[in-house]
């Protein structure tokens, strides 16, 4: 067992034994749990929000909408238009 000490920002540092055996790489998220008295991280994948091609329209969107100031009021209508312009 490794001890290691809970910083002032809420951080710790992962012994690099473990980082090691589980290959675990720089910025690698986790899902954070209590079960009983322990804390449980697991290592987690996260599936990006948006297609790389959802991306570059919200780009072209931003270039040729920010002149504008187009308002959109709720994610879902954003998503929508957004669907319209990678078609």
């Given amino acids: 067992m490794t001890i290691t000490k ?4 809420n951080q710790i540092t992962l012994p690099s034994a473990i980082v090691k055996r589980l290959r675990l790489k720089p910025e690698e998220l ?6 009983d008295n322990f804390i ?12 790389a091609d959802e991306l570059r329209a919200i780009k072209r969107l931003v270039e040729k909408e920010k002149k ?16 319209k312009l990678t078609k």
Avoid: C
């Fill in 30 to 35: 986790f899902a954070v749990d209590i079960q």
């Fill in 40 to 51: 449980k991280l697991i290592p987690v994948e996260v599936e990006p929000r948006y297609t």
């Fill in 68 to 83: 504008h100031g187009k308002v959109f009021n709720t994610e879902k209508e954003f998503s929508a238009y957004i669907k």
């Fill in 6 to 9: 809970l910083k002032a920002k």
